[in-house]
């Protein structure tokens, strides 16, 4: 895949310019595709850090465990309308928060 947009992928616990650790996580026709891509980083690792949650209801615990270790996507190059991984996760906690819970 050659796109023109690429998603690479970081952890919130590194810092911000922090190279070390950044995975490439595919290249996209548009930004479109991308965003897509990104979003579903985002939501995985939602799903991921509820599992490790003392509160696996609670979407402003799940937020603040997402900022502290959550997979942070972001698309190349950065384009209007710009895709935030950390407003995204903001608006789908409580959603993640109210799926079927499985802690297996």
């Given at each position: ?27 996209y026709e548009t ?37 502290d270790f959550g ?23 409580a959603d993640i ?8």
């Amino acid at each position: 895949m050659s796109g023109e947009y690429k998603v690479l992928t970081a952890d919130n616990f590194h810092a911000y310019d922090d190279d070390d650790g950044v995975d490439d996580c595919g290249s996209y026709e548009t930004q479109e595709e991308a965003v897509v891509a990104a979003k579903l980083i985002v939501d995985k690792s939602l799903r991921w850090e509820r599992r490790q949650s003392s509160n696996p209801g609670d979407p402003d615990e799940l937020y603040d465990r997402y900022m502290d270790f959550g997979d942070d996507p972001v698309i190349r190059p950065d384009t209007e309308p710009h895709f935030s991984a950390w407003e995204y996760a903001k608006s789908r906690c409580a959603d993640i928060c109210r799926e079927t819970f499985d802690n297996k």
